[in-house]
C-alpha cells in the first residue's frame, strides 16, 4: 500500500468519526473578533523595538516571540480566509507581514494548500521535517525553508508569484537600508538607535524562520498514527502560542478561525476523543516513561560495557 493510499484511508475513516459535528456556526466572527485578528501581532512588535532599543535583548527576545507567534497566526489563518477580512485586505496583511517576519507568505501559502490537499505526502514539502527525526528537523531549518520557496513559486499562480517575488525584493531592501544604515552610524549617530533596532529584528526573524519548522511541523506531525496531526490542551501553552496548537482541529475543519479552536476542540473531545489523543507536549506519565526508558536502556549498555572489558568476568559467562 503506498503512502498516499494510507492517507486516503485514514482520511475516510476520519470523516466519518467527525462527520456529526456541528462546526458551520464557528466560521462566524465578530467585528470585535475581527478586529483583535488583524491588531493582534503589531503591538508585540512595537514592544521588542521599544525594548531592544533599550538594549534589553531579554525582554525584547520575549516580545519578538510574542510578535512571531502571533503574526504566523495571522498569515496562517490569512491563507485560509478566515481572518475576516476581505481578499485585498488579507493579501495586504500578507505582503506587510511578509517584511516584518523576513519571509515570503505567498509562497509558504502555496504550499501550505498543498500541505492541506496531500497531508504528509510524497508533494508535501511543507510537512516533509515531520518524517525526520527532531534533531535532524531542528538543523534543517535554513534549507527547509529554501525548499519552501522553490515549491511555492512553482505552484503559485502568476499573480501570487508576482506577489511573492514583491516580497523578497522588499526584504532584500530592508536588509540593504539595515546594512546602510549600520555603516553611517560612525558619521551620523542619530541613525545608531535606528540601525541597532532594525538589525536586531532581521537577526530575530531569521532566527525564528530557521527553528519555526520543529515546532509548527515537526512538532504537530511526527509519529502520528490515527491522525494526521497532533493537538494541545495545556491551557498556558495555547494562550502563549495563540491556538495554533489545536492542529489536529485545523486539518478536521480548516475554514475554522483560530478564535473558535478552542470550542471546536471541545466538540472534537466529545464526539472523538480517540482523535484528539496525541498532543504536542507529553503528559508527566509519558515524560517519566521516556526518561525511564532512556535511563534503564543507559544502566544496561554501561554494564554490558563493563562485563566486556573484564577478562575474567569474559571466562566465567
Request: charged share 15%.
Amino acid at each position: 500500500m503506498t503512502v498516499n493510499q494510507t492517507h486516503a484511508n485514514k482520511e475516510q475513516v476520519i470523516k466519518q468519526a467527525i462527520a456529526s459535528i456541528e462546526w458551520q456556526d464557528l466560521r462566524q466572527l465578530t467585528r470585535g473578533q475581527i478586529a483583535y485578528n488583524v491588531i493582534l501581532p503589531y503591538p508585540f512588535l512595537l514592544l521588542s523595538w521599544w525594548f531592544a532599543s533599550q538594549s534589553w535583548y531579554v525582554l525584547a527576545c520575549c516580545a519578538s516571540y510574542l510578535f512571531f507567534a502571533s503574526a504566523f497566526r495571522q498569515a496562517h489563518d490569512g491563507y485560509h480566509h478566515s481572518l475576516g477580512t476581505g481578499k485585498r485586505t488579507t493579501t495586504a496583511l500578507l505582503l506587510l507581514l511578509s517584511v516584518l517576519l523576513m519571509t515570503s507568505l505567498h509562497s509558504i501559502r502555496a504550499t501550505h494548500m498543498e500541505h492541506h490537499r496531500n497531508p504528509l505526502g510524497d508533494s508535501d514539502i511543507e510537512g516533509s521535517l515531520a518524517k525526520l527525526s527532531w534533531w535532524q528537523a531542528m538543523l534543517g531549518g535554513v534549507t527547509y525553508r529554501l525548499a519552501i520557496y522553490r515549491q511555492g513559486l512553482a505552484l503559485s499562480s502568476r499573480r501570487n508569484q508576482r506577489i511573492a517575488w514583491l516580497e523578497f525584493g522588499l526584504m532584500a531592501s530592508v536588509v540593504l537600508v539595515a546594512l546602510v544604515l549600520t555603516v553611517f552610524t560612525v558619521a551620523v549617530p542619530a541613525l545608531t538607535m535606528l540601525a541597532q533596532v532594525l538589525m536586531y529584528h532581521i537577526l530575530t526573524m531569521m532566527l525564528a524562520n530557521a527553528s519555526v519548522g520543529i515546532i509548527a511541523v515537526w512538532g504537530v506531525h511526527h509519529d502520528c498514527d490515527e491522525t494526521i496531526a497532533r493537538t494541545e490542551r495545556n491551557p498556558v501553552i495555547n494562550l502563549l502560542t495563540f491556538n495554533l496548537l489545536y492542529h489536529a482541529e485545523h486539518h478536521f475543519f480548516p475554514a475554522v478561525p483560530s478564535n473558535h479552536l478552542p470550542e471546536l476542540a471541545k466538540r472534537l473531545d466529545e464526539a472523538a476523543p480517540h482523535l484528539t489523543k496525541a498532543h504536542v507536549l507529553p503528559n508527566t506519565a509519558v515524560a517519566m516513561d521516556f526518561i525511564n526508558h532512556r535511563w534503564n536502556k543507559l544502566k544496561n549498555k554501561s554494564q554490558n560495557n563493563n562485563d566486556s572489558e573484564c577478562p575474567i568476568r569474559k571466562r566465567f559467562a
